[in-house]
């Protein structure tokens, strides 16, 4: 028994199935599952709610989920070797765990969901940023999910929240704060996690908006925070003049002095930015 429920714990199930964590697959497991429901409540009220969690593991956090009330949990493991301690955690929770045996980045979670959908993970640190961008950026606003509940390095979680001036400040902060409401809402030791990693690491809690913060067309948006962010160091005149050749005039367009660097421009400028050149 552990505690949150009637499974064994964790360091019993990780030896059961020999699970020694893979350097290769960002595998560094929450033990304490004390913690891991912790972490499920921060992603809210669960209960009528399906949650997608990329990267179960040995099912710390799946637990959580589960204990927490979560109406289903659709889980996408890439290491053949979890499938089993998952399969274990599904039997004493009928009906409520799905696992998939799969690479997230592949996998389409909507084949096996129903809204409202909260995403929650302790998110292997290869592919995080990657499936990060790919939820903020949908075809389509709102998207399937309303919350992503995520734990990532530190220094991922502060270039999510970042304000203009400071160093972390740049494109994932733009993306992420254009159209959600993201807060650092726990930090980690090293020592939380087996093995414990050399960093730091954080919770992010992000709430979609209903709409974006201030209009602008997304991939007009994308493009030119991609180009002030590629060269952070050049002035903006010179860093976006592959977007367009007037670029000087849209940025005074916008109330953007077309010598000021990419990391002192907010949100509401580069959207009134990105307007000025979506309408030419
Ligand atoms: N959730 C567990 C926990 O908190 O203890 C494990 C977290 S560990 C940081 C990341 C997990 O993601 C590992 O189990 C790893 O095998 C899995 N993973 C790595 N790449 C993946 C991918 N592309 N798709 C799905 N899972 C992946």
Redesign the pocket.
Known sequence: MSGIDSLPPLREVIAKHDLAAKKS??????LDLNL?AKVARLAGDLTQCDVLE?????G??TRGLLAEGARRVLA????PR?MPALAGIAAAYPGRLHAING???TVNPLEHLSKPIKIA????Y??GTELLVRWLTPPEWPPFWDSLTLMFQREVAQRIVAAPGSKAYGRLALLAQWRTDPKIVMDLPPEAFNPPPKVNSAVVHLTALPAPRYPADPGTLNKVVAAAFNQRRKMLRSALKSVSPEIEDHLTAAGIKPTERGEQVDLEAFCALARSLHKS
Do not use: M, R, S, Y
């Not at 697959?25 to 929450?30: H, P």
């Not at 990329?54 to 040995?58: D, F, L, R, T």
């Open positions: 697959l960002g595998q560094n497991f929450l891991t990329i990267g179960p593991g040995p710390g956090l996408i493991e890439k290491d979890c690479d997230a980045l993970a302790n998110l292997p290869n592919v």
